[in-house]
């Protein structure tokens, strides 16, 4: 066998083992998830994203003001604090398609975010332009969101490039109640 048969199978074995699970997995699972719904308001985040190796590089809250046109059209105003201080912004446009998927732009996205939502889950998938050390990376996302009850979300995204995991960000969501102390 050469290298580069070698070569070939190997990431032909790679790339089938690094399926996803279907959204429609989730159909059953409670609450159904209602993006307008859920994403209305304002909402708190809190994440971090980890390397490869499991190391916590960062860590960040998140403010979201979100609100909608109409039922289709919404936009999601994030502000982003990160532990080290940075503040960074990213305002979603998210537009509901005839078969019910999700198409979402920002300015950092590269083309246009894709998304499905089964029962509780939203699955995404986007290329988002990412700053580092001066330079700028295009990262794939494969971005997972399951809403727990009525005010609670958790969400997992793995970042990749190449086809090759660099690192995770983990997130959880709640959405604010009049009154209720931040």
């Known amino acids: 066998m050469t290298i580069r048969t070698w070569f070939a199978a190997t990431m032909a074995a790679l790339l089938t083992s690094c399926g ?3 959204v429609a997995r989730y159909a059953d699972e409670k609450p159904a998830l209602d993006l307008p719904a859920f994403f209305n308001g304002t909402i708190d985040a809190w994440g971090l994203f980890q390397k490869r190796s ?42 509901r398609q005839a078969d019910g998927t999700w198409l979402g732009t920002a300015d950092d996205v590269v083309g246009v975010a894709t998304g499905k939502v089964s029962g509780n889950a939203l699955h995404w998938t986007y290329v988002l332009r990412l700053p580092v050390d001066g330079k700028e990376y295009e990262m794939a996302f494969d971005d997972w969101m399951w809403q727990l009850d009525d005010r609670s ?23 604010r109640v009049a009154g209720e102390p931040q």
């Open 20 to 22: 996803n699970v279907d």
């Open 54 to 95: 499991g190391e916590v590089a960062r860590r960040f809250h998140v403010v979201i003001e979100a609100s909608w046109t109409d039922p289709d059209t919404g936009t999601l105003d994030e502000r982003f604090t990160y532990s080290d201080g940075e503040l960074q912004r990213r305002v979603w446009t998210l537009r």
């Open 153 to 175: 979300m958790m969400n997992r995204s793995t970042m990749s490039k190449f086809g090759i995991e660099f690192g995770e960000v983990t997130l959880f969501f709640r959405k």
